[in-house]
C-alpha cells in the first residue's frame, strides 16, 4: 500500500477507536488535521503529521467595521494605497466540558504579531523523545490561514472583503502527534511527557489498517462562478492592463460550486488516491461547520532556525498519454517562451519576498525541475536563503504570504487587481496550510491550491473549489480556460461534479525531471539594508526609491552585496502626498545625503510616482550632485524629465525575457561585451529622442528600441531592463560601473 494511505487507514482505525474525532473528546477537541504529503518525496515533502485532539485553537474571523474603499479599477491604474491597518481579534479557545470555550483573545495588526503574541501561550518544553530536526521538536500551531488575510500583509483594503465574522485563520495547539517517515516507511509517536493519548495509540501504529472500499462519488451538478467567455473577456481585460503598464503578471481564478453527497474526509481519500500531491493536507472543525480538503503540490515556506526555503511553481501543461507524448509536452513547455518567462518572474519575486529576511549575498537557487504529477506537468525552482540576525520563520511568512505565484507581479497591485476582476474572497483557496513553532520561528506551510472548502449546513455537504493561472502578456485566453479547467477537474472529479467518462486527461504516475539553473547575480560582500521614512536626518550610502514594486529588494540586495548600505525609501506608501518638484525634491536628497541614488522600476507610468520624476528633474537641472541611476520606471522618468515620451512599446511588452542589447562602450557598459543580455519588464518605453547630443543610447538588438541612456557630462543613466534579474548576466558589473560614478562637482 501507498504510505500515505496507511496513513489515513491509520487515522480511520483511531477514528472507530474513539482516539480522534467526535469520540475522543475526553483527550480534546474533535477537530481532525492531517498535513499529508504524497507524490514526489524531496527534503520539504518527506514526512505526514497525524495530529491528535488538540485541547487550544486560535481562530481569526473577519472583523466589523473594516474600511471599504470607494469604488476604483487597479487595472486601469487606481490604486489606493493603506499601510494603516485596523486592529483583528484572535480569539483562543480551550476545550474543555465537552466544548471549546474562550478564554482569551490577541489583537494585532499582522500575521506575525499575532503569532509572536501566542508565544506565551505556548508550552516551550521539548517532545519526550525527538523528531527529525525538519519537524517541530515541541507543541506547535498546525492550520490555515486564508487567502483574505492578504488585508494585513499589503497595503491594501478589498474592495470585496469577506463577510463579518467570516472565519479566516483556525490553528491548533498540537501537544501530540504521529509523524510518517517516507524513506523509512516508519510511523513515529511524539508527544510530552506522561501523555495518556500516546500511549494508547502506540498498538495501533505500524501496523495494516487498509481504507474501506471507496468507489465513485454519486455524480452531482456544479455551477461556475463565470461562463467560458466571461473568463476570456477577463483574461483579455489584464492583457489591456498588462499593455498600458500597470502589472506584470495577475493570476485570476475562477470557481466551481456543488452540493457534496458525502463527507469531506472521504473526498480526501479518494483524492490522494487519485491526484496524489507532495503537500496535502485534511482538516475538519464540527463546531464551524467547516472542512477543508487539500491536494496541493507547491510549497510556500520550508523555514528551519537558521533557512528559508520557498519552491515557487509556474508553467503547466499536461501528461502525455506515452513517454514519447510525454517528453515532446514537456520540452514545449520547458522552451516555451511564455513559461519560461512566466516562472523567471514568479522566481524574481520570491527572491525578493525572502531577501526580507535574508542576509544579503546568501540568497540562492538550488534547483530547477519539471515535476509531473498524476495529471499536470510543472516547472518548479528550490530557492533558499540564511536567515539575517533578529529575523525568523514568523517574519518570512509575513512578508511572503500570500505566495506569489497565485498573486502576481508587482504584488500590491496584482492583489488589489484581483479583487476587483473575482469580485468574491478567496477565503482559504490560495491560502496556507501547515504548522509553525512560535518559540523557534520554524514552519512549513504549502499554497492552498486544487483545495475544496466544503461547509455543512442543515441540508447538508456543499463545496467551493476554484483554480486558474498567471496571465501574462503572452496568454491566449482560450488555453488559459481550459488550463483552469485541468488543475479543476482531479478535485471536481472527487467530489462527484464531473463523471470520470468526462475526463481527458492521462493519470500518470509521479516523475521528476532536472533542468539546468538559470542562476541569479550572486555577491560576496555584506552591506546593509535598511527601510527609512523621509523624516530621517541623514543616511549612509545609497538611496534606494521605491515605487510599489516587488522586485526593489532584490536591488538592494545586489547593490549591498557590491558592499553598499543601502537605505529604501518607500515613495508611494510612506512618503507624504505633497506635490513633489525639483526643488523640493532636491531639498530631501541634499538632506539625506546619499552617495548616490537609485530610481527604482515600478507599475504605471512616472507620472504615478511624482518623486521619482521630481528627482530625476531635479538631478538633470543640477540640483543634485549624487550620481543618479534609474531601473524601468525610473529610466522612464528621467527620460521623461529630458523631455522624451513615454508611451506603450510599439513592439509590445516584454516581461521576465532576457533581450540582447547593443552598446557603446560607455561608463555604464564599461567591460561589458555588446551585445549582451539583460531581463526586460516592461510594457512602456522611451522614445523620441530630441536631443541625442546630451545622453549615449543603448538599443535592442532586434528591435532598437532605447534600453540604456547615459548623461555625457552628468552622472545620470537609466537602463530600461532589470540588471538584478535572473538573466541579467552581466547586471552585476553594470551596477558596480554606476556606482565607481563620482558626484558632480
Known amino acids: 500500500m501507498e504510505m500515505s494511505l496507511e496513513l489515513l487507514g491509520l487515522q480511520n482505525h483511531l477514528r472507530d477507536e474513539g482516539l480522534l474525532g467526535q469520540n475522543a473528546v475526553k483527550y480534546g477537541g474533535p477537530d481532525e488535521i492531517l498535513l499529508c504529503s504524497s507524490g514526489p518525496c524531496s527534503h520539504l515533502a518527506q514526512f505526514s503529521i497525524l495530529c491528535g485532539p488538540p485541547k487550544w485553537r486560535v481562530k481569526i474571523v473577519q472583523p466589523k467595521d473594516i474600511v471599504i474603499p470607494n469604488s476604483h479599477s487597479p487595472l486601469n491604474g487606481e490604486i489606493q494605497v493603506n499601510p494603516n491597518k485596523k486592529k483583528f481579534t484572535a480569539i483562543v479557545e480551550e476545550w474543555k466540558h465537552g466544548c471549546w470555550y474562550h478564554s482569551t483573545s490577541i489583537f494585532a495588526q499582522s500575521i506575525d504579531e499575532m503569532l509572536n503574541k501566542l508565544r506565551t501561550l505556548t508550552p516551550d518544553a521539548l517532545f519526550e523523545n525527538q523528531p527529525d530536526s525538519s519537524l517541530p521538536q515541541r507543541p506547535f500551531w498546525a492550520g490555515a490561514l486564508s487567502y483574505d488575510m492578504v488585508q494585513w500583509t499589503q497595503p491594501i483594503n478589498l474592495q470585496h472583503p469577506p463577510d463579518e465574522e467570516e472565519l479566516l485563520t483556525v490553528l491548533w495547539l498540537i501537544e501530540k502527534m504521529v509523524v510518517q517517515d517516507r524513506k523509512t516507511e516508519k510511523m513515529t509517536v511524539y508527544s510530552l511527557i506522561d501523555d495518556s493519548w500516546s500511549a494508547k495509540i502506540l498498538d495501533y501504529v505500524n501496523k495494516n489498517h487498509p481504507l474501506p472500499e471507496l468507489g465513485e462519488p454519486a455524480f452531482t451538478q456544479d455551477s461556475s462562478s463565470m461562463t467560458d467567455t466571461q473568463h476570456e473577456r477577463i483574461i483579455e481585460d489584464i492583457r489591456e492592463s498588462i499593455r498600458s503598464g500597470q502589472m506584470y503578471q495577475v493570476n485570476v481564478g475562477r470557481w466551481w460550486d456543488g452540493e457534496l453527497n458525502e463527507h469531506p474526509r472521504r473526498i480526501f481519500q479518494r483524492l490522494t488516491i487519485s491526484n496524489p500531491a507532495p503537500f496535502s493536507a485534511y482538516i475538519d472543525a464540527p463546531d464551524l461547520n467547516i472542512s477543508i480538503v487539500c491536494s496541493s503540490p507547491e510549497s510556500l515556506l520550508k523555514c528551519d532556525e537558521e533557512n528559508v526555503f520557498t519552491s515557487p511553481i509556474k508553467g503547466t501543461r499536461p501528461r502525455g498519454t506515452t513517454d514519447a ?371 549615449d543610447i543603448t538599443y535592442e538588438e532586434s528591435t532598437n528600441e532605447i534600453m540604456a541612456l547615459e548623461h555625457k557630462s552628468l552622472p545620470i543613466c537609466g537602463v530600461q531592463f532589470h540588471p538584478e534579474s535572473v538573466g541579467s548576466k552581466d547586471g552585476l558589473k553594470l551596477l558596480d560601473n554606476f556606482l565607481q560614478f563620482e558626484a558632480d562637482a
Open 325 to 695: 507524448e510525454e517528453l515532446l509536452l514537456r520540452n514545449e513547455m520547458v522552451e516555451d517562451e511564455k513559461e519560461r518567462s512566466e516562472h523567471r518572474m514568479l522566481v524574481d519575486l520570491m527572491r525578493n519576498d525572502i531577501a526580507h529576511v535574508s542576509k544579503v549575498g546568501s540568497i540562492a537557487i538550488k534547483r530547477f525541475d519539471v515535476e509531473a504529477y498524476a495529471q499536470v506537468q510543472h516547472l518548479v525552482s528550490h530557492l533558499s536563503g540564511k536567515f539575517d540576525d533578529k529575523m525568523n520563520g514568523i517574519d518570512a511568512i509575513q512578508n511572503v504570504f500570500p505566495g506569489g505565484s497565485i498573486t502576481g507581479c508587482p504584488r500590491t497591485v496584482v492583489c488589489a487587481a484581483i479583487d476587483e476582476v473575482e469580485r468574491r474572497p478567496r477565503s482559504f483557496w490560495t491560502g496556507s496550510l501547515g504548522w509553525v513553532d512560535v518559540h523557534s520561528g520554524s514552519c512549513a506551510l504549502n499554497i492552498m491550491i486544487r483545495t475544496l472548502i466544503a461547509k455543512k449546513t442543515r441540508y447538508g455537504w456543499s463545496g467551493s473549489i476554484a483554480a486558474g493561472g498567471g496571465i501574462t502578456i503572452g496568454s491566449i485566453p482560450r488555453a488559459e480556460v481550459n488550463e483552469a479547467k485541468w488543475k479543476a477537474a482531479a478535485l471536481r472529479r472527487a467530489c462527484g461534479w464531473i463523471e470520470n467518462s468526462d475526463s481527458t486527461l492521462p493519470t500518470r504516475k509521479l516523475t521528476n525531471h532536472p533542468l539546468e539553473i538559470e542562476e541569479a547575480p550572486m555577491t560576496s560582500a555584506h552591506g546593509s539594508v535598511q527601510f527609512v521614512h523621509e523624516s530621517i536626518p541623514t543616511i549612509n550610502g545609497i538611496l534606494l526609491i521605491d515605487n510599489l514594486d516587488s522586485f526593489t529588494l532584490n536591488i538592494a540586495h545586489a547593490v549591498a552585496g557590491l558592499g553598499h548600505d543601502v537605505s529604501i525609501l518607500k515613495a508611494r506608501d510612506y512618503v507624504s502626498e505633497k506635490p513633489w518638484n525639483a526643488d523640493s525634491a532636491a531639498k530631501l536628497v541634499n538632506r539625506l545625503k546619499p552617495s548616490h541614488v537609485i530610481l527604482g522600476p515600478g507599475p504605471g507610468k512616472p507620472d504615478d510616482s511624482p518623486l521619482t520624476l521630481a528627482i530625476a528633474k531635479a538631478s538633470l537641472q543640477s540640483l543634485i550632485p549624487q550620481p543618479v541611476m534609474g531601473i524601468c520606471l525610473g529610466h522612464q522618468a528621467i527620460g521623461l524629465a529630458a523631455g522624451m515620451t513615454v508611451d506603450r512599446s510599439v513592439h509590445g511588452p516584454v516581461h521576465g525575457v532576457p533581450r540582447s542589447c547593443l552598446h557603446s562602450d560607455s561608463r555604464i557598459f564599461s567591460g561589458i561585451q555588446s551585445p549582451s543580455m539583460f531581463t526586460r519588464y516592461n510594457s512602456l518605453s522611451v522614445s523620441n529622442v530630441k536631443d541625442t547630443g546630451i545622453f
